[in-house]
């Protein structure tokens, strides 16, 4: 069965049912490991800007250094 065969009888379940639904569906996805990787109550390191001074001075010589070229 295929979404678009579904989709016209779920827009006509009233509101909770539909509540309902993404519930079963999203209890469904947290389980699945194919689309969830990671382990549950892991911690994962992930790189962000903070704490790196100077990426924004680099970023802001980029873009004066691309500036400079267009002109």
Known sequence: M???EILPTIR???AF???RLIRILAEELD???EIYP???HKTYMLPT???MFGAG????DALAT???KEQ
């Open 49 to 51: 800007p903070y704490d």
């Open 57 to 60: 001075q680099t970023l802001a």
């Open 38 to 40: 990671f382990e549950h």
């Open 31 to 33: 389980t699945n490991a």
């Open 2 to 4: 295929t979404l678009v």
């Open 17 to 19: 049912e539909k509540l």
């Open 66 to 68: 691309f500036e400079a």
């Open 12 to 14: 006509q379940l009233p």
